[in-house]
């Protein structure tokens, strides 16, 4: 079954990371949903990782989402999970869902829509919104107005827009019809970051 109370899953402030520095850094700050997403790791190390971050946010309201490495996250026993479309493309969406998972799932065009709606996510990421610099991307940004497209299709499933969005475009992205934003590089690459984390905590808080 899908997240039982969509509407609040994942937070509107949503920071994805690569190591459990950051992990434990945001999960002190308060932070309430952090996705790690650590790449090429093989089974042991993914299983190593997740177990690790998942006891760094035990105890706190602290949310792990799980990148990629969904039999990790079966196995350390994770609650959440974030695909891409060719881990979709590969993972076992029964297992998935027999581990009681919450499922993210990315999107970029139309016939990744549709493959993400037939796997009952529990939100659906739109992006890049913006240019990015921190990965070659195979496609171009989408705009803001493809946060309103998206929204309209999906209805009541939380949408989530992640690529080069920084704070002070927040409002307009929110508006635009996006529930949550996902940062990488306004909080990992920012001369303050725990500054910056303040500043999406805030605006998080008077949003609620």
Known sequence: MPYPDRHAYPDRFYPVVDSLAWVERLTKLGVGTIQL??????DGEALQIVSDALAIT?????????????RAAIVAGAEHLHLGQEDLADADLFEI???????GISTHDDAELAAALDAQPDYVAL?????????????????IPKITEWKRRIGDIPLVAIGGIKFEQSAEIFAAGADS?????????NADPDARVGQWLGADAKAA
Do not use: C, E
């Open 127 to 143: 992006g890049p919104i913006f240019p990015t610099t921190l990965k070659s991307m195979r496609f171009a940004p989408q705009g």
């Open 37 to 42: 997403r650590a790449k090429h790791l093989d």
């Open 181 to 189: 934003i996902a940062v990488v590089s306004d909080v990992t690459q």
């Open 97 to 103: 869902r027999k581990a009681r998972l919450t499922l």
């Open 58 to 70: 035990k105890g706190t309201p602290t949310k792990l989402v799980v990148n990629d490495y969904w």
